[in-house]
């Protein structure tokens, strides 16, 4: 069983920078794909950015592809994914939450409902 928990979110203005961590316990991370998706009051939990299992291949939705970078920390008691997070804009204003998921190569290409574990999500809010 594999246990997730964000951290990192916060209040910052527009244009600022945050990092979100994931940090595993109960299983390397390097065997699973690790996706962060956000939900924003009243919308749908959207995908931002994922990394495979194999050769930590990224990818990010359209929407923060040039600000968001997913990487991941894998070295000996760091079981961590971070997703650095800059240019923010308010339209990113969410909940987000690390997933973790023995999923294919294009790891941007699953749902959700593909993802075989979730954190409880991290807050993160982009306002003047």
């Known amino acids: 069983q594999v246990q997730l928990v964000e951290s990192g979110g916060g209040l910052v203005q527009p244009g600022g920078s945050l990092r979100l961590s994931c940090a595993a316990s109960?299983?390397?991370?390097?065997?699973?794909?690790i996706g962060w998706f956000r939900q924003a009051p009243g919308k749908e939990r959207e995908g931002v950015a994922c990394?495979?299992?194999?050769?930590?291949?990224?990818?990010?939705a359209g929407s923060v592809k040039g600000r968001f970078t997913i990487f991941r920390d894998d070295a000996k008691n760091k079981n961590t994914t971070h997703l650095q997070m800059n240019s923010l804009k308010p339209e990113d204003t969410a909940v987000y939450y690390c997933?973790?998921?023995?999923?294919?190569?294009?790891?941007?290409?699953?749902?959700?409902?593909?993802?075989?574990?979730w954190g409880q999500g991290t807050r993160v809010t982009v306002s003047s």
């Open positions: 997933t973790a998921g023995l999923l294919g190569y294009y790891c941007l290409g699953y749902v959700a409902g593909d993802y075989d574990y």
């Open positions: 990394i495979n299992s194999g050769d930590g291949s990224a990818f990010y």
């Open positions: 109960g299983a390397r991370l390097d065997r699973y794909a």
